[in-house]
């Protein structure tokens, strides 16, 4: 087993610690093994996606990432039906996309807001 070393805010950290005591994992690290699985087996679903399908992406954000969210999602006007925008507390955003089209793009939207550090949350749902 290999050992890592990470670097969390306070407020991840927090969470952490309280997922760990909720669901009774022994320690911190098997909380990260966790939700490393989760998002492991999330990323090989996403990958068999192919041809024409309906699928909704859930950002949340904060207000100051709203260019961020602007300047993406022009590129991926093709796929987007809706945008559902709506303001939630402590200054944050919740973004709902209603995508149809093309598997291929919407993975390729849904990547591009993972690896921007200015969203929180990112969820392709496939329905």
Do not use: P
């Amino acid at each position: 087993m290999a050992i890592i070393s990470i670097s969390l805010n306070e407020k991840l950290l927090e969470e952490i610690d309280d997922i760990q005591e909720e669901l009774g994992f022994s320690g911190r690290s098997e909380v990260i093994r966790a939700g490393a699985r989760m998002f492991i087996a999330d990323n090989k679903e996403k990958k068999s996606l192919k041809g024409d399908i309906n699928s909704i992406l859930v950002l949340i954000h904060s207000q100051d990432a709203e260019d961020k969210v602007t300047e993406i999602k022009h590129d991926f006007e093709d796929i987007i039906n809706t945008q559902i925008h709506s303001h939630l507390k402590e200054n944050k955003c919740l973004e709902i996309f209603i995508l149809d089209g093309d598997a291929i793009r919407m993975k390729q939207l849904a990547k591009l807001f993972q690896i921007s550090r200015k969203i929180d949350y990112v969820k392709l749902i496939v329905v």
